[in-house]
């Protein structure tokens, strides 16, 4: 499930219209801004650190009622802004990555949730639904993107069911973004 996406590099930058040249790769532990229900942005880890599972970056969303997150998911929503995340398909050593972005590259808004960690400071989860038609040839999950009027219900807690609309999204083929020297092309561009 996504393990890097696309952020503004400052929190104030995040209400920017286009994200192009303001964006940052964000991986799991990363800071990343954050929006809280009170409108404040501020940088968080991504990740919650639990015993004996590591790093937990993304959330079921159909998970939420389970101890681990019940009081996250009623105490501490958020939104986290993102440009674009990436999906990987393939074997092991010739993965093929794949973009997701908004069609208009506006900023897509994730549902999360975030925790205080006596060790890490605040921490975030990103929530994940079922697959649309679009991710599923590529991913059987996907963060749960709010649309413009889903975002304010989410946070007041009133939004607990995610569909997200493939017209949310579009997908190409592209580079890894997570290689020190990735290829200036992509392999189909060959032949």
Not at 94 to 103: A, E, G, L
Request: proline content about 8%.
């Amino acid at each position: 499930m996504c393990n890097a996406f696309n952020s503004a590099r400052k929190p104030g930058s995040v209400r920017l219209p286009n994200c192009k040249g303001e964006t940052s790769l964000i991986r799991r532990t990363d800071q990343a801004p954050v929006a809280l229900p009170s409108g404040e942005i501020v940088s968080m880890r991504w990740g919650f650190q639990r015993k004996g599972l590591g790093v937990v970056n993304n959330t079921r969303s159909d998970n939420l009622d389970s101890q681990m997150w019940s009081e996250a998911i009623k105490e501490t929503r958020c939104l986290i802004p993102v440009a674009s995340y990436y999906e990987w398909t393939g074997p092991r050593g010739n993965k093929q990555t794949h973009r997701f972005q908004s069609p208009t590259h506006e900023w897509l808004w994730m549902a999360g949730i975030w925790e205080e960690s006596t060790d890490l400071g605040p921490c975030f989860s990103m929530l994940t639904t079922g697959a649309n038609s679009l991710v599923s040839p590529i991913h059987h999950r996907m963060p749960a993107i709010l649309t413009a009027d889903e975002q304010e219900s989410f946070l007041a807690n009133g939004l607990d069911q995610f569909a997200p609309s493939p017209d949310l999204l579009t997908t190409e083929r592209c580079a890894n973004p997570l290689l020190k020297n990735p290829p200036s092309h992509i392999q189909e561009e060959l032949f």
